[in-house]
């Protein structure tokens, strides 16, 4: 697992009290190509992608490397979380060195309406994700970037106990940096937003 360090993947299935955190399956191609098909989703992401497009470019077993997990709601996907390292070139940085851990997340509008707590699912799956990696790399902290006018991945941030390094301007818009760190507990309850922050979520590296 290059990406985060000397840690096995993939992990056992997660199971929190009403999800599983899972490697991607070819089953999830059609939840990840609705993720950024979705107008929703991408409102503070970069916009949707033409559905044709995602239908040609979209491998069979989307989302298949290190530090991506799968939401997984009664069998069936209903977003992604992403931990990677934060590129040393973008603005945004709490270590020297740079190259911090970067939490991304998305959830499809589908899972709004679901029948348990919608508002949530994200916050018990990013906790869930944040618990492993405390337990995987206890000594590293958690980056999260996302746009303030996202009010609902600012109300998530906090409830998951990141606090506010700083804000700057980036694609456009101003963004919200914080850190998060094991030494703190991480509540299980929270908002449930359609996208977190941009870098983790480039289709990219979770179709490839």
Same mark, same amino acid.
């Given at each position: ?13 997660? &199971?929190?009290? &009403? ?7 070819? &089953? ?12 929703? %989703? *991408?409102?503070?992401? $970069? ?37 990677? &390292? /934060? ?5 945004? !940085? ?9 939490? $991304?997340? @998305? ?7 679901? *029948? ?35 009010? /609902? ?18 694609? *456009? ?14 509540? @299980?309850? *929270? ?7 941009? !870098? ?6 979770? %179709? /490839?």
């Amino acid at each position: 697992m290059t990406e985060l360090g000397p840690v096995a993947w993939p992990p056992a299935p997660i &199971r929190t009290e &009403r999800l599983v955190l899972r490697e991607s399956e070819a &089953r999830d191609r059609a939840a990840f190509i609705e993720l950024f098909a979705s107008p929703e %989703v *991408g409102t503070y992401i $970069g916009g949707p992608r033409p559905r044709d497009e995602l239908e040609r470019a979209v491998p069979g077993v989307p989302g298949r490397r290190p530090g991506l997990f799968v939401i997984d709601l009664d069998g069936a996907m209903i977003g992604v979380i992403t931990l990677d &390292r /934060r590129d040393a070139e973008r603005p945004g !940085h709490v270590r020297p060195d740079a190259g911090e851990s970067e939490l $991304g997340y @998305m959830v499809l509008p589908e899972a709004w309406g679901c *029948g348990y707590a919608a508002e949530a699912c994200a916050a018990e799956a990013c906790a869930a994700a944040l618990d492993w990696f405390a337990n995987a790399l206890p000594s590293e902290p958690v980056v999260l970037c996302t746009q303030t006018a996202n009010d /609902r991945s600012m109300r998530l941030a906090a409830k998951l106990g990141f606090t506010e390094v700083e804000r700057f301007e980036e694609y *456009g818009a101003e963004q919200w940096f914080g850190v998060w760190s094991s030494v703190r507990s991480v509540p @299980m309850t *929270g908002s449930c937003p359609a996208g977190g922050s941009r !870098h983790s979520l480039s289709e990219s590296r979770l %179709v /490839r």
